[in-house]
T-cell receptor, first 112, second 111 residues
Framework: DAGVIQSPRHEVTEMGQEVTLRCKPISGHNSLFWYRQTMMRGLELLIYFNNNVPIDDSGMPEDRFSAKMPNASFSTLKIQPSEPRDSAVYFC??????????FGNGTRLTVT | AQSVTQLGSHVSVSEGALVLLRCNYSSSVPPYLFWYVQYPNQGLQLLLKYTSAATLVKGINDFEAEFKKSETSFHLTKPSAHMSDAAEYFCAVRGAQKLVFGQGTRLTINP
């Protein structure tokens, strides 16, 4: 299995621009999670989906953040408009009832 | 609600020495507990997990952890540290459909 695939690996953008992060979960996993990691706040759960349905988005910091999962093999996390304080590493992870959480290698976002 | 506390944000040991990373949990139900490792510029990888079977759990790279209900602990150990063990380690407990992570412990290995 290729594991959880995230793209892009690095994203540099200017403040005010829209940013879209992408994730392909492991085939057969029915839960998908978006995390953000910073030095100051550590690893934060932003939102998670179960069977493509958002279950808990209480970790999404602001309305500028949105996430979708149109099908079982794809999810996006969008930030519009982006701000410098959004700079972080964003991780996608997937799991199933019989499989623990598997993480992608992350997207390092820099907003200037 | 489930939670974990990792004692010590930074641990430094000499190569060949014992590694001990501490984790205490809080859970209203019998917990499922995990240790993950994060190497630089990578995502988290599962080291080992406790799911109410044997209390001593063996993981990859000679790591192991012991579940102690009386102490609400799940400390991670390795008998002899290797330079390649330098990384950040996260303890986690499974809550309702999601994992709750600790703040992480950065392990440094001195030659």
């Amino acid at each position: 299995d290729a594991g959880v695939i995230q793209s892009p690996r690095h994203e540099v953008t200017e403040m005010g621009q829209e940013v879209t992060l992408r994730c392909k979960p492991i085939s057969g996993h029915n839960s998908l999670f978006w995390y953000r990691q910073t030095m100051m706040r550590g690893l934060e759960l932003l939102i998670y989906f179960n069977n493509n349905v958002p279950i808990d988005d209480s970790g999404m910091p602001e309305d500028r953040f949105s996430a979708k999962m149109p099908n079982a093999s794809f999810s996006t996390l969008k930030i519009q408009p982006s701000e410098p304080r959004d700079s972080a590493v964003y991780f996608c992870a997937s799991s199933s009832r019989d499989s623990p959480l598997h993480f992608g290698n992350g997207t390092r976002l820099t907003v200037t | 609600a489930q939670s974990v506390t990792q004692l010590g944000s930074h641990v430094s040991v000499s190569e060949g020495a014992l590694v001990l990373l501490r984790c205490n949990y809080s859970s209203s139900v019998p917990p499922y507990l995990f240790w993950y490792v994060q190497y630089p510029n990578q995502g988290l990888q599962l080291l080992l997990k406790y799911t109410s079977a044997a209390t001593l759990v063996k993981g990859i790279n000679d790591f192991e952890a012991e579940f102690k209900k009386s102490e609400t602990s799940f400390h991670l150990t390795k008998p002899s540290a290797h330079m390649s063990d330098a990384a950040e380690y996260f303890c986690a407990v499974r809550g309702a459909q999601k994992l709750v992570f600790g703040q992480g412990t950065r392990l440094t290995i001195n030659p």
